[in-house]
């Protein structure tokens, strides 16, 4: 993107034009317009996809005007501001920081708000320079911006730094994801020796999809993993190294929701040892959020909880008193159903549930379908499967 388009996208008329096509279809605009006042019409597109999209992932950039929004690839592998924002307040102060793959600048954006001076390295030129703008847009003035590879700025630098941040891309040049660090750019574990000469902390962002136990056999140093979901949805996981550290790293998962983050912690040596008892349902049933499920707490939850689990395969927990403080979601068994429409309408003559379905021979949608239900209400309908048999159960969410 010229330095003239740049111009030209933060003109009070393209503005105003854009905030106000907010809501209409952007594909429509490329058909009728192949420029708009100047710029290309693909270009104005994306700035009307990625402010709509910015509502939501980034609200400090929507509330902006002038900002610049990216392809929208860059803008759908960019850090949303909740999570960058977790990531900085991981730490509490700091003098000086590295971004070694800058991409939009989010992290780099909520790290800068923690560090004296901030380090943001980005090769592509094009992505350095609307990067560079929106920050000068925002106010910020401690970010440094770099157009070289994490590779040259490692070599070329001569400072050390209290944290470096990376989060390698995890596509080929064909596009195609991958999920070891070896095969991501940059190289985390060729690049490790290096980064460790450049500062005592280094924090790695991976996708969700990482298995988390490859991931530990392709680094070292590891201190700690931190598993992050928003609103029960599974973000990503961070990889915190600490130069010389060789003690088992703990593993610690968090739920960011609207009013509270649920918290949980373990090690893979105490999931192992873990004895976790087994029940049919009982009074109440808990269901564990993305993050824990996701950093495989399956017996920890249960022992440090002190609640039953109703089958080795069915991560679903019981208990006959009410538990607290659990990190997911809890119900009370009001029934237990039979798998049929007419038996079904008597506990719930609108028709209506939220259905959630763990081991069991159908999906929520399949059994949505069975019942002849609507989705929603506030009863659910929990589908599992125990050590004696299958169930399905009508409960009320209490936490």
Request: glycine share 4%; aromatic share 10%.
């Amino acid at each position: 993107m010229s330095e003239s388009i740049l111009n030209s996208l933060v003109s009070a008329e393209l503005q105003h034009f854009i905030l106000a096509r907010e809501n209409e279809d952007e594909q429509n605009l490329i058909l009728k317009h192949k420029t708009i006042h100047g710029v290309p019409s693909s270009i104005v597109a994306d700035q009307i996809r990625g402010r709509r999209k910015a509502k939501i992932k980034i609200p400090e950039f929507y509330n902006i005007s002038g900002v610049i929004y990216p392809p929208r690839l860059n803008l759908e592998q960019s850090s949303s501001e909740t999570t960058g924002k977790f990531k900085a307040e991981l730490f509490k102060t700091g003098k000086r920081f590295a971004d070694l793959t800058g991409g939009f600048g989010i992290d780099t954006l909520q790290f800068s708000k923690i560090f004296e001076v901030v380090h943001y390295v980005e090769p592509v030129a094009e992505l350095l320079e609307i990067v560079k703008h929106n920050h000068r847009q925002l106010g910020i003035h401690n970010i440094h911006h770099h157009n070289l590879s994490a590779e040259n700025f490692l070599r070329n630098t001569d400072q050390h730094f209290d944290l470096i941040y990376l989060d390698p891309s995890r596509r080929t040049k064909e596009n195609k994801k991958v999920f070891k660090w070896s095969d991501c750019t940059p190289d985390i574990p060729f690049l490790l020796p290096k980064l460790f000469e450049k500062s005592n902390t280094v924090l790695i962002k991976a996708s969700p999809l990482l298995d988390i136990q490859q991931g530990l056999r392709e680094l070292f140093f590891v201190e700690r993993i931190f598993v992050v979901s928003v609103r029960n949805d599974c973000k990503e996981l961070l990889f915190l190294c600490k130069k010389n550290f060789t003690e088992e790293p703990v593993i610690e998962t968090f739920n960011i929701l609207s009013d509270q983050t649920e918290r949980f912690q373990f090690t893979l040596s105490s999931e192992q040892k873990a004895d976790v008892k087994f029940s049919e349902p009982l009074a109440y049933l808990y269901e564990p959020n993305a993050s824990v499920l996701k950093a495989g707490a399956y017996k920890s939850l249960g022992t440090q909880f002190d609640l039953l689990k109703i089958h080795s395969s069915t991560h679903i927990y019981t208990s006959e008193k009410l538990v607290i403080n659990f990190p997911g979601r809890i119900f009370k068994l009001k029934a237990y159903l039979r798998s049929d429409p007419k038996a079904v309408k008597h506990y719930l003559p609108e028709r209506k549930a939220n259905i959630i379905t763990r081991n069991y021979p159908m999906s929520p949608e399949q059994l949505r379908k069975k019942l002849n239900l609507l989705d929603g209400g506030e009863d659910y309908i929990l589908g599992f499967s125990g050590a004696k048999s299958k169930y399905l159960v009508l409960a009320k969410r209490v936490a």
